[in-house]
């Protein structure tokens, strides 16, 4: 399967301040990458659509001028938080869409774990 | 309601039982159906994927479909220790790639 990065792995940051999380495809040349958020002992959240070259889809109640996506290459995709605070903290997962047999699969990163202060 | 129920656990069984993880859904266009595993602190790994109704098998693991019921389970024979994680069921409605809906994941211990 495709394999993912993130980085960092984990950040603490002042309320108010931005933090950008990198997630890379080092194997694999993604079209889509997805950006998901998981709160403790609770599921995946999709937040947001990554088409490279093109602006990211949000899905509803995601706030798209505070989780600023972009994918300007094949293989990176940035998830920036900005004017942080302590209920986004969170732990962040991307993945990348690639091929896996007949279809495509959801392949995950190692996800970033955001502390807010 | 949610759409995909999973019993969060946690399930705890001894070294080598059989282990069955089980998930519900209320919406009928999903047709794909996935299970990852997600230990502590990482990423969510693909342990099976299937597409529609029916069964699956890939060593220990077996996930089965029953969309006339909206039920899907994945069963783990001869569980190991190495095997205590939590287990997420996903689903999608076009393809296994596509927008994800997960469970609330089910969290395993197999004790030695």
């Known amino acids: 399967g495709a394999v993912v990065s993130q980085h960092p792995s984990w950040v603490i940051c002042k309320s108010g301040t931005s933090v950008k999380i990198e997630c890379r495809s080092l194997d694999f040349q993604a079209t889509t990458m997805f950006w998901y958020r998981q709160f403790p002992k609770q599921s995946l959240m999709l937040m947001a659509t990554s088409n490279e070259g093109s602006k990211a889809t949000y899905e509803q109640g995601v706030e798209k001028d505070k989780f600023l996506i972009n994918h300007a290459s094949l293989t990176l995709s940035t998830l920036t938080v900005t004017s942080a605070h302590p209920e986004d903290s969170s732990f962040y997962i991307c993945?990348?869409?690639?091929?896996?047999?007949?279809?495509?699969?959801?392949?995950f990163g190692p996800g970033t774990r955001l502390t807010v202060l | 309601q949610k759409e995909v129920e999973q019993d969060p656990g946690p399930l705890s069984v001894p070294e080598g039982a059989i282990v069955s993880l089980n998930c519900t859904y209320s919406?009928?266009?999903?047709?794909?159906f996935m299970w990852y595993r997600q230990y502590s602190r990482k990423g969510p790994e693909l342990l099976m994927y299937?597409?529609?109704?029916g069964n699956k098998e890939d060593g220990r693991f077996t996930a089965q479909v029953d969309k006339s019921s909206k039920y899907i389970s994945l069963f783990i024979r001869d569980s190991q220790p190495s095997d205590s994680a939590t287990y997420l069921c996903a689903m999608s409605e076009e393809t296994s790639g596509s927008r994800l809906t997960f469970g609330e994941g089910t969290q395993l211990t197999v004790n030695p």
């Open positions: 919406n009928s266009a999903f047709q794909y």
């Open positions: 993945s990348t869409l690639a091929p896996r047999g007949s279809t495509d699969t959801q392949y």
């Open positions: 299937t597409y529609s109704s």
